[in-house]
């Protein structure tokens, strides 16, 4: 079971507020979560009180080897804290559509 650290949006049409918090890798976005660590609210200006986490439990998730989605890393960044970032997974590319041939140009006719 992998685990991240990852946002989940609450709060209603254009004034978000997201929850930090520890997910399953396969949970959807606001899906059920392991452990609530925080909230970030984009909204307030005082970048001291616009995220509020629990530095006790996020130390204790990270040594168990939860890793930071890079938007949670960022965020994490702007308030001094370092984390480990978990790699972007890329989706499997469909299977490679050969390259329909060249088509010969048109010859056009010569205009009198």
Same mark, same amino acid.
């Given at each position: 079971? #992998?685990? $991240?650290? !990852?946002?989940? /949006?609450?709060? !209603? =049409? *254009? $004034?978000?507020?997201? $929850?930090?918090?520890?997910?399953?890798?396969? +949970? !959807?976005?606001?899906? $059920?979560?392991?452990?609530?660590?925080?909230?970030?609210?984009?909204?307030?200006?005082? &970048?001291?009180?616009?995220?509020?986490?629990?530095?006790? !439990?996020?130390? #204790?998730?990270? *040594?168990?080897?939860?890793?930071? +989605?890079?938007?949670?890393?960022?965020?994490? /960044?702007?308030?001094?804290? =370092?984390? &480990?970032?978990? @790699?972007? +997974?890329?989706?499997?590319?469909?299977?490679? /559509? &050969?390259?329909?041939?060249?088509? &010969?140009?048109?010859?056009? #006719? @010569? =205009?009198?």
């Amino acid at each position: 079971m #992998a685990v $991240r650290i !990852r946002l989940s /949006r609450c709060g !209603r =049409k *254009n $004034r978000p507020h997201f $929850r930090i918090a520890v997910y399953d890798s396969n +949970t !959807r976005r606001d899906g $059920r979560y392991i452990d609530l660590l925080g909230h970030y609210d984009p909204l307030i200006h005082d &970048p001291k009180s616009k995220v509020k986490i629990e530095a006790d !439990r996020l130390v #204790a998730w990270v *040594n168990k080897g939860a890793l930071a +989605t890079p938007a949670v890393a960022e965020l994490f /960044r702007h308030c001094g804290l =370092k984390m &480990p970032v978990a @790699p972007k +997974t890329a989706k499997p590319k469909a299977e490679a /559509r &050969p390259k329909a041939a060249a088509k &010969p140009a048109a010859k056009a #006719a @010569p =205009k009198k």
